[in-house]
Each structure stands twice: as structure tokens, then as C-alpha cells.
């Protein structure tokens, strides 16, 4: 390890904005503004090494860090004249955390260090404020017990409560009957006089023994060595760890801890507190924008007790209007001055949107805090296509600066930030979007009150292909078990609807849904029961249920957005197609910037309703005769939706998979279908459940299904086959150019490709003749089995393209069934076994050495051979940067995922002309 400590103070500094990873984003921004000239007050950072050390003990500071430590607060005496425990010239101190990463409101922070008795009346005695020093020593026993001594600060609030109803009676209001948020309004704590602060310290401090069995701390250095503690501690408190899988953010980057000299926004009318934004945080706009309070300190400005005022007179970024009388431009305009002079040289120098924190004492303007900003999908993409043009950065940084994920929040409504929220409970964010309706528990119900007009949402333990009209009708998606690539988080995503998936909280029968209510620590609470026709909103963006219905933001695309998106499109290699299964789909595609299609499920086109029932005479028909029969029924179904298709993608490359689900998904799921299809067909329910239970299989997945069917039924591929193919005739024959691909699933041998390819064009060389044209088809198969990997250059001899099915490839490299993996890969990624989901994110070791396998001994028989993947890992930003160090040509994802990586794909293809990145088998 190296040195613990660096020192910033008097225009001088040890460390850089260059050492997030040491001193965290706080510690190295204050180092940074120490170094500019600007107002910082001095302090130290002890390093996220310390604190990696500290855990590493066994929770013990490494040995000779309190010496430093000590030897630093003696630097800052020195700079402040002033002494640590010192009744005399009091110094006193803040102590906060600060990751590598921006983790707002995350870990903890403690204001006001270094007070006891005797300090508190020498504070008071030196600032000539016995108001202001009482008020300094009960805020900081309150966050001390809360978050070093772990004395719950809902300890503390009758105490508060008593203080509040003294000062109203003296101020002649009336507290009998206001709750306690109407008491915190009429009596702020800044009309606790020094009388009721002195008597609320004592009961603290008497709540603090009770508590605790040991009186507060009185000692400056003890209450610092605790403090130092709790913030290392606070790195793995239960919120940060939600807040650090939420965002990536590796657990062993540890945080910083900043030490630094207190200045005070609560000395009077004179002083005061704000944040400030370079640029507007929500929109993107170019203003200075923030909020301030006078005689307060940082944390009344986010409580929400007080309405915070404006920074400038026109009221922007406040709640004022033009010419506020409150705004800080008014009250203190020297200071607003300099902030404003300061704000424009920090934007300037990070050449990027800041986030400030600033304290005024007695006239006298400090930064606290310089951060990058926290922004909106929105803002972020004008932030950096304006930034470029004016110079500040390039049209390459531009496309780095925007989190592609982010770019979800324009293509879905949003839930919007300032509505009030009651919420439900929490699953996995499956599908970006807000959605408000009425719980329904069956696709059928779904379909039925969504054709009376009515907004729905589908609430089911977990989705199946038989759901698939109840999903389209539905505003958005809730399901009990399932993950990131269940069914219906994946046909959600095609759709663009909202889905919360594996919301293990909920638990789903006989038409009710009872939700576990759990708090902020994982402990269960409670029960709700939620009934059909209840509202309530998905936000599958996080993964969040509300109850009741929440405001939302509609979706809308700026001009920022498609010049960014040109940029990209100009720099990238890797071609991004999309998951689409209709003409609707396809549109929507192609809309987005999609450059073919990747991957066309043709078994979701049998889920209508008027050809469900052809499709299950097919099943159930005793011989090849009355297979064909059925199929006769269906082929032009089928025909005409590859029509639409073809024209909608015109042009441009279509891959269609030929049927791959085992059979028995496509029968009756209850009684009442059975019923249904025993009518139609003649046969008795009795014989139907027979057949059905004779398709059953213990393994699905790895059973009779995709390429298997047409070795043991080739009629299903030939109708298929001729249905694309008459399409793509009909659509030349108007003139469009088509470019069909026909994909054979779950191949593993040379020889199912060999006897499919043969079928694919025996029918073709029909269809050209009757037709009297042809056009030209690829031919080729998707890579879904670790023997498929292995054995692609056999596989390559008869295929023309591979796609990589990353879904199945995950499940049947790692064992783990997709479905089922949500009741433990979490603890999975927990252990650190997984740094996250594969089914997210690639697995490159494992999966991805697969891929790199079945590229370079493909590309060894077939040179030419095109390569791409169409699992959902194809809109995944960490697994398109992997493919493009692969060298694959193309990625395919769901609709509204292809802008998301387009920009993956850019900000891939910038990455490796800079370092080509290790190989999955380096």
C-alpha cells in the first residue's frame, strides 16, 4: 500500500483529478479546485487503499494511519489557526465518503466533528452565537449516534418533536393539532432558540445512553476514528450494495474518506448553502441551474423542509419567478458572482457538465464538492452533441460521453421524478418503460378490456407463448419468476412494452396477487393483497412496482439524438440488426436505424387465434398425410407475413428461423382450450390430453425441438420454407429487392445440415419454377450448442452464415436454465462467482472463448463466412464491445435496442482502435 493521506489546502495539493481510483471523485475533485484557485477549505483524503486495508483486518485501520492522520489535522490547524478540541479556537471538521464512481446519498457523511461541552460554549463564545453553536452540536450528535454509534435517528424525533411544540407555544402557534411535517413547516429548526437546543442536546445525549449503555463520545479524536470507521463501513451498507449492482460499480474499488474543515452556511442571514449544476440536469440546457437556502447547512437543502430558493433573479432552477427577491443573485450578489464565474471555469476546465455543493460564510463563497454531473438520458445526448459543437469536446468524445443505456429513457414514457409514489414492490427491470393499468390475470381477460378501450396490465407467475395475444394487448408485463432473458422479458422488449420480470415479492393464484412488503433491509413487513382491476405502474426501467396509478413522461426523440446517432453510425464496424417477428416490428426496426433483420421467430406467427387451431391439427395428426394437411392451412399465413416483412425491410437482409419451440407449447393450456379444440377437431378431450402428454418432456429445452423436428417431420421446414420463398418472389416481382436468410436451429452435426439444406433447396428450385424467377437465399444455422462451437468448421461446410443464439448457448454452456436462474444467481454475483448475469451480460470467458472457437474454425473452411449473434446479449453494451474485438459483422437485439447498440457498437469500435482488448482465450 502506498502513502494514506493527501493533503489539499492553501493553493496546494497532493493528488490530481487524474486519482479518482485513490481518493475517490471527491477527494480528487477537491485536490483539483485546491490546485485551480479556487475557495476550497483544506482538508486530507485518506484512500480507498486504507479502506480496502481496513476490510481486508478485519474492520482495524492499517497500523501507522492515525499517526498520519494526526499529522494532517495538525497542517490544517496550522492553515485555519485554530485547534482540534480546542475550546479556544475550535476546530471542527467534516468526514464524508466519496467512491471512484458518483454514488449520491449512498454512504454517509458527518457535519460539525470535533464539538462537546466545553468546545460547543468556546464556539459560541469565538462566533459570538450561542444560538449557532448549539444548533452545530445537536446536528452533529444526531448524525454521529445515527451512523457511528447506530442509535436510529427515529430515536431522536419525539425529543425533536418536544423542542418544536416548546418554541411554537412561545411563538403563540398552535401545535395541537398539526402532525409532525406540519410542525417541522411552521417551526424550522431555525426557531429553536438556544434555551430549547440546549435541553434537546441533554435528551439526546440521554437517548444516546440508553442506547447504547455508554455515554456520547466527548473526545475529538475518538469521535474521528469512529467517524472514519462508520464511512469505510458505509461502503457495504445495504443501500450502497443496491446502488453499486444497480450500476456496475465493483465492490473491490472500495471508497476514499475526505477530512476536511467545516465552514458554516448557518452563522445567519448573511451565510447560507446550495448545489449548483453547470447545465440544466433534466433537459440538457445550457444555464446555470441550482438552488440555495440562507442559514442552513447541506443537509436542509435535500431534506425538503424548507423550500429552497433560486439561484438567479429570473428563477431558474428554483421554484421562483422573474426577478426573485430570494434568489441568491439578489440576497448576496457578490457571491452569486463568483459562483457563477467559478461554475463557468470548472465546466470549462472538465469539459463536461459539473455538479457543485457550496457553503457561503458570512459573505465568503466556498466549493465543497465538484463532481460530473448525474444527468438524464435526455440531457446527456444534448449535452454532448452541443458540447462538440462548441468546441469544448470532439464529435468522438461526444459519442463516449452517453451511457447507451441511458438512451432507454427517449425511447420509452418515463415515470416522472417529481409525481408521489406508493411503492409495491421491486423485480428485475426486464423491459425500459413506465406503464399504468388494471391488474389482469390471464391473456385472455388482457385481450378482452383491452378491446373495450381499457389500459391492462398482465400480472401472471410467468409468461408462456400462449400468452402472446394478452402481452400485446397489455400495457406492460409483472411476472413472479423469470429473469433478464425469460420469455416475457424478451418478447416484451420486441414489443416495447414495460416488463418488471422475477418479482420474487408477488406471489400470483387464483386471481389475486398478494405482494410481500419488505423494507429497506430485506426484512418482510407485511402483506398486500392486489385484485383484478386494481391499478397499478410498472416502471421497467428499474424494476419497480407502484401502486395506484404515477404520472409518466412521454418518449420523444430530439434532433440531439439523431445527430449523435449519425456520428456513431459513421465511426463503427459492427452492423446492428433487429429481433423482429412482424411487419409491425419490422417498422419499428427499421425506424430505429436497423440494418436488417437478425433473428425472425416464425413460431410466434402460429399464436393467433385463427391459426392456433391449424397448428394444433398438425400436432395432433396421426400421419405425414394429415401433417400436410394442416400445413396446407397455414402456408398462407405464412406467406403473407413474410411479405409484409420483406417490404418493410426492403433492401435489406431478413434471417428467418425456422420453427425451433418443441410441439407440445403449442397445445391447449387448460380445460376450457381443451374443450374448444376437442369440438373443432372431433376428438375427445380424453385422447387430446393423451397426445398431449405423450409430446411432454422432462427437458424441453434439450428435447425434441428446432432442427430435430424437420429430421423427424420434414413437412413442417418445407411449408415454412415455401412460405418464405413465394414471398420473397411476389415482393421481386414488385420490384423490391429482397434478401432472405434461411437459419436452421439447434444444429450440431454436419449432417442435420446437410439433409435441412437439401429440403431448403429441393422446395426453392420448386418455387423458382412455378414462379418463373429466383432470388438469391443464404443458407445457414445458428450456434446455440457448445458441440455446434466446437465442430463449426464440419458445420461450416454446408452453412453460409452462423448466428450465435448467446440465450441457449449461455443455458447449455453453464448448465443453468435461464428460467430458472433467478433464485440464485444473485447470490451468484454476490460470491463473486459471476461479476454479473450471464444472461445480461456475456459470459467472454466461458461463452465468449465458444464464440471466438466457432469463429476462427468456421472462418478457416469458409473464409467469407458471415458471423453474428441474436441473443439478447446483441443489445448489451459490455458484450458488443466483446463481439467487435471478435470481429463478428453484426449484432441483432430487439427493437427499441437498436439505438442502444448503434452506440455500443461506436463507442466499441473508438475503444479498440486505442487497444485492440484481450481475448476471450488470452
Known amino acids: ?110 457535519l460539525n466533528l470535533g464539538l462537546n461541552d466545553e468546545i460547543a460554549r468556546g464556539l459560541a463564545q469565538r462566533t459570538g452565537s450561542e444560538r449557532f453553536a448549539l444548533d452545530a452540536y445537536r446536528r452533529f450528535i444526531l448524525a454521529y449516534a445515527d451512523i457511528v454509534l447506530g442509535v436510529p435517528r427515529d430515536r431522536f424525533e419525539e425529543a425533536l418533536g418536544r423542542a418544536r411544540r416548546q418554541a411554537a407555544a412561545k411563538l403563540g402557534v398552535d401545535a395541537t393539532r398539526l402532525n409532525s411535517a406540519e410542525l417541522e413547516r411552521k417551526v424550522p429548526d431555525s426557531a429553536l432558540d438556544p434555551e430549547s437546543l440546549a435541553a434537546l442536546i441533554q435528551r439526546q445525549k440521554d437517548i444516546v445512553l440508553g442506547a447504547t449503555g455508554r455515554p456520547f463520545p466527548d473526545d475529538p479524536y475518538a469521535q474521528l476514528w469512529g467517524a472514519i470507521r462508520a464511512v469505510f463501513d458505509s461502503w ?59 442559514n442552513a447547512q447541506g443537509e436542509d437543502v435535500v431534506a425538503g423542509v424548507r423550500t429552497p430558493h433560486p439561484l438567479s433573479r429570473s428563477g431558474e432552477g428554483g421554484g421562483g419567478g422573474v ?114 393499468g388494471q391488474v389482469v390475470f390471464s391473456a385472455d381477460e388482457a385481450e378482452r378490456r383491452a378491446g373495450q378501450g381499457r389500459a391492462v396490465i398482465l400480472v401472471r407467475s410467468e409468461t408462456s407463448p400462449e400468452d402472446i395475444h394478452g402481452m400485446k394487448a397489455a400495457r406492460g408485463i409483472l411476472t413472479a419468476r423469470g429473469g433478464m432473458t425469460s420469455h416475457a422479458a424478451v418478447v416484451a422488449r420486441g414489443m416495447g412494452k414495460s416488463c418488471v420480470a422475477g418479482c420474487s415479492a408477488i406471489s400470483v393464484s387464483q386471481g389475486r396477487m398478494t405482494v410481500t412488503i419488505y423494507d429497506e433491509h430485506g426484512r418482510a413487513t407485511g402483506v398486500i393483497t392486489v385484485k383484478d382491476g386494481d391499478l397499478i405502474t410498472l416502471d421497467g426501467g428499474t424494476g419497480t412496482v407502484y401502486l395506484g396509478a404515477v404520472p409518466t413522461i412521454p418518449a420523444a426523440l430530439s434532433g440531439e439524438f439523431e445527430e449523435l446517432m449519425t456520428w456513431a453510425d459513421a465511426v463503427r464496424r459492427l452492423r446492428v440488426r433487429a429481433n423482429a417477428d412482424t411487419p409491425h416490428d419490422a417498422r419499428t426496426a427499421r425506424n430505429f436505424g436497423a440494418e436488417g433483420i437478425g433473428l425472425c421467430r416464425t413460431e410466434h406467427m402460429f399464436f393467433d387465434e385463427e391459426r392456433i387451431q391449424a397448428m394444433r391439427e398438425m400436432i395432433l395428426a396421426d400421419g405425414e398425410v394429415g401433417r400436410r394437411s394442416a400445413l396446407a392451412k397455414l402456408l398462407p399465413f405464412q406467406r403473407s407475413d413474410f411479405v409484409g416483412v420483406f417490404r418493410e ?77 413465394e414471398a420473397a418472389c411476389e415482393v421481386a416481382a414488385a420490384g423490391i429487392e429482397v434478401e432472405p436468410e434461411i437459419m436452421i436451429p439447434l444444429s450440431m452435426t454436419r449432417r442435420e445440415l446437410t439433409l435441412t439444406r437439401a429440403l431448403v433447396e429441393g422446395v426453392a428450385e420448386k418455387v423458382f419454377a412455378e414462379k418463373g424467377r429466383r432470388v438469391d437465399i443464404r443458407f445457414g444455422t445458428m450456434i446455440e450448442l457448445p458441440r455446434a462451437a466446437l465442430r463449426a468448421g464440419e458445420l461450416a461446410e454446408e452453412a453460409e452464415f452462423f448466428s450465435f443464439g448467446t440465450n441457449d448457448l449461455t443455458q447449455t454452456s453453464l448448465g443453468i436454465s435461464r428460467d430458472d436462474a433467478g433464485r440464485f444467481l444473485g447470490a451468484y454475483v454476490e460470491a463473486g462467482i459471476f461479476a454479473k448475469d450471464p444472461f445480461q451480460a456475456l459470459d467472454v470467458p466461458g461463452v465468449g472463448e465458444l464464440v471466438e472457437i466457432g469463429r476462427d474454425r468456421g472462418r478457416a473452411v469458409r473464409p467469407g463466412l458471415k458471423l453474428g449473434i441474436c441473443g439478447e446479449h446483441g443489445g448489451d453494451p459490455s458484450s458488443i464491445a466483446f463481439f467487435e474485438r471478435a470481429g463478428l459483422d453484426y449484432v441483432s437485439c430487439s427493437p427499441f435496442r437498436v439505438p442502444v447498440a448503434r452506440l455500443a457498437a461506436a463507442q466499441a469500435a473508438l475503444a479498440a482502435e486505442s487497444s485492440r482488448g484481450p481475448r476471450a482465450t488470452d
Open 1 to 110: 500500500m502506498g502513502r494514506s493521506i493527501y493533503f489539499f489546502g492553501a493553493g496546494q495539493a497532493d493528488g490530481d483529478a487524474q486519482q479518482k481510483d485513490l481518493l475517490g471523485g471527491k477527494g480528487a475533485g477537491l485536490a483539483e479546485m485546491t490546485r485551480l484557485g479556487i475557495p476550497v477549505p483544506p482538508g486530507f483524503t485518506v484512500t480507498t487503499e486504507v479502506c480496502n486495508a481496513y476490510f481486508a483486518a478485519g474492520k482495524v485501520l492499517p497500523a501507522g494511519v492515525e499517526d498520519e492522520i494526526k499529522a494532517a489535522i495538525g497542517r490544517l490547524e496550522s492553515l485555519r489557526g485554530a485547534g482540534f478540541g480546542s475550546p479556544e479556537a475550535p476546530l471542527l471538521v467534516s468526514v464524508r465518503s466519496g467512491a471512484r464512481a458518483s454514488m449520491p446519498g449512498m454512504m454517509d457523511t458527518i
Open 649 to 725: 425491410m426492403a433492401g435489406l437482409p431478413v434471417t428467418i428461423r425456422l420453427l425451433d419451440p418443441p410441439l407440445h407449447e403449442f397445445l391447449p393450456q387448460d380445460d376450457a382450450q381443451l374443450q374448444q379444440l376437442s369440438r373443432a377437431t372431433g376428438v375427445s378431450v380424453a385422447d387430446l390430453q393423451r397426445k398431449s402428454e405423450g409430446l411432454a418432456e422432462y427437458n424441453p429445452m434439450l428435447g425434441h425441438r428446432g432442427c430435430r423436428l424437420a429430421i423427424t417431420s420434414p413437412e413442417i421446414y418445407e411449408m415454412q420454407t415455401r412460405a418464405i420463398l
Open 236 to 294: 457495504k451498507n445495504h443501500r450502497a450494495e443496491v446502488y453499486r449492482k444497480m450500476h456496475d460499480i465493483p465492490e473491490a474499488w472500495g471508497t476514499a474518506c475526505t477530512v476536511q474543515a467545516m465552514v458554516f452556511g448557518n452563522l445567519g442571514d448573511d451565510s447560507g448553502t446550495g448545489v449548483a449544476f453547470t447545465r440544466d440536469p433534466s433537459t440538457g440546457e445550457r444555464r446555470f441551474y441550482g438552488e440555495w437556502l440562507p
Open 323 to 436: 426577478d426573485d427577491a430570494s434568489s441568491l443573485e439578489a440576497r448576496m450578489p457578490a457571491a452569486y458572482a463568483g459562483l457563477v464565474e467559478v461554475q463557468r471555469k470548472l465546466e470549462q476546465h472538465f469539459r463536461d457538465m459539473q455538479d457543485l455543493e457550496f457553503t457561503i460564510q458570512q459573505g465568503e463563497l466556498f466549493l465543497l464538492q465538484c463532481r460530473t454531473g448525474k444527468r438524464t438520458g435526455r440531457a446527456a445526448v444534448r449535452i454532448a452533441v452541443e458540447m462538440a459543437k462548441e468546441g469544448l469536446i470532439s464529435q468522438r468524445e461526444a459519442i463516449l460521453r452517453v451511457e447507451p443505456g441511458s438512451i432507454d429513457q427517449l425511447l420509452h414514457p418515463s415515470i416522472d421524478p417529481n409525481a408521489p409514489k406508493d411503492l409495491l414492490a421491486r423485480g428485475l427491470p426486464a423491459s425500459p418503460g413506465a406503464a399504468t
